[in-house]
């Protein structure tokens, strides 16, 4: 490894680990699944709900998407407040699910976003070199959180860069959000007479592919959470 390299994110070996009681990792098992269902949900819902329902949206789902789009309809306090909490604890739970179940949360998260090989090695390098930059800068990636996990970056730290990532997004995308008001206001107007055909779109495609992934993936999950592997 580098000289370089940022000692908070060194794998650890599992003699030094401490223990983790089997309910706790079920809790972060579930809570991650949750999450991502609750994603899934908020980011279909946004076109029709982000101008009616901006809070609802962002508790939802705080992707970029959302956040930029309910700037025009919303106050700038509920709109840090939730945005910062909804990305903080997801950020947190895929931390401790990287953390916990290292090699196999990583493979089952590139799956469900479709990341590539290249990206998992590049972040993998990016996170040992300079772990703290990595978390700051993609602050919203699923794969950097639970990359961070599994790199053993240590968690207070993790928390701390988290936060600092999330207040420098959502500054930025509040801005922006306000530099483009009248273009949001445009798009969601000229959507609205479509916008549930195209929240029932995403909707089917959002099933299909859940249906396909939940095939494969559910029975190791169920297994999981009844029987919590042991470190």
Known sequence: MSEAA??????????????????ARRLVLIASGLLFTLGTIGSNLGPAWVDEHPAAVLALSSRNRNLFGSVPYIDIVPYALIGFTRVFVAGMALFFLGRWYGERAIAWTEKQAGELPALYHWFARAMDRAGWLVVIVFCASNLVWMMAGHRRMVPVRFAALLAVGIVIRLSILWAGGQAFEEQIRSFLSWIEDYQWYVVGGLFAISIVQSARKAKRDIPEVVHEIEHPTEQ
């Open 6 to 23: 940022d000692s908070s994110t060194t794998p650890t070996s599992a003699a030094e680990l401490p223990v983790v009681s089997a309910n």
